[in-house]
């Protein structure tokens, strides 16, 4: 994975980042400590034109029914010129608590797509439980192509071809592992110390700081 804030290549089990000790705390410190209420799509730059926000939800429910035991969320919003947008997203990964979704789902298992039309900007942060089934390369490809429609203002048709396209790649990481189970299983074991909260559910989605998201960004 890599750090939110130096982005430089870390292991996903570090408390924190190696090269410049970046830690949820830090995100904290910039966005607060207190978890958000959120939903699933939050429009907060309104961005979605009514008549295109139950095509996005649809997509949204579309995945979730592919994926019970994952959830996909947006969120927009306008940051402001000192917030970094993949620390934002980091930081609202582990620090939302989605009202629409089941609370026996955690944080850990989401993925939060962010976009900040005043910078041109949009990234996409997933929780850990994912590591073993996407990358940096899934995300930016994802990005790339809502390039295109997001260019054109058209925010609606580049949120749904990105969600279409990450389903179909877990889609194809979910076969290969009922091919090859060892390969994804080692990648999947948490560290030692960690065992235990992984199997500890929070009420209401907040998450804990005991390892980062990973988040990829792409100029609009």
Not at 7 to 13: D, E, K, L, S
Not at 72 to 91: H, K, P
Not at 102 to 120: H, M, Q, R, Y
Request: charged share 30%; hydrophobic share 40%.
């Amino acid at each position: 994975m890599k750090c939110p804030r130096c982005v430089q290549q870390i292991h996903r089990a570090a408390e924190s980042c190696p090269h410049c000790g970046f830690t949820l705390a830090d995100a904290d410190f910039a966005f607060g400590a207190e978890e958000v209420r959120l939903r699933r799509l939050t429009d907060a730059a309104g961005l979605i034109r009514r008549g295109d926000r139950a095509r996005v939800e649809a997509a949204l429910a579309k995945f979730s029914r592919s994926f019970p035991q994952l959830f996909f969320a947006v969120y927009t919003g306008s940051l402001g010129e000192v917030a970094n947008i993949r620390q934002f997203g980091f930081w609202l990964l582990n620090r939302g608590a989605f009202e629409d979704v089941p609370v026996e789902i955690p944080n850990e298992a989401g993925i939060l797509l962010t976009i900040d039309p005043e910078s041109k900007a949009a990234t996409i942060t997933f929780g850990y439980l994912l590591d073993p089934y996407l990358d940096q390369a899934d995300t930016f490809l994802s990005l790339s192509r809502a390039h295109a429609h997001w260019l054109e203002g058209k925010y609606a048709d580049g949120i749904v071809r990105l969600v279409d396209h990450l389903a179909g790649v877990l889609k194809k990481r979910s076969r290969q592992a009922r091919r090859d189970p060892e390969r994804f299983e080692k990648k999947h074991q948490p560290a030692a110390s960690k065992r235990d909260l992984i199997k500890k559910i929070r009420s209401g989605h907040q998450t804990s700081n005991s390892r980062p998201s990973k988040s990829q960004e792409v100029a609009r």
